[in-house]
């Protein structure tokens, strides 16, 4: 079970970092700065990776939206996993 969450944390930040390797471009056309992929590889790596599938000139519309908030419910629930699976290692927490 561990292995599972360390891959959900670990994962895209992983493809992130392989994919500006071997795609800048692709992230330049996407993002205008820096600030915005490192916040977002630190906060919410499953919507920073898809913002630059359905956006790669930072446009967004249609579909793309529902993208956008299934990566966002992912990021989300790889938060919430992760907490909720580590409250047995605060004592007097549940």
Avoid: K
């Avoid at 992983?14 to 916040?39: E, K, S």
């Amino acid at each position: 079970m561990c292995l599972f969450f360390t891959l959900l944390l670990a994962g895209p930040r992983v493809a992130i970092v392989f994919w500006w390797l071997i795609n800048p471009d692709r992230w330049d056309a996407a993002f205008d700065t820096f600030v915005l992929p490192a916040l977002g590889f630190i906060f919410v790596p499953w919507t920073t990776l898809m913002f630059v599938i359905v956006a790669p000139f930072g446009n967004v519309a249609g579909w793309d939206w529902f993208w956008l908030v299934l990566a966002l419910v992912a990021d989300i629930s790889t938060w919430g996993s992760s907490s909720y699976s580590n409250r047995g290692r605060i004592p007097g927490y549940a």
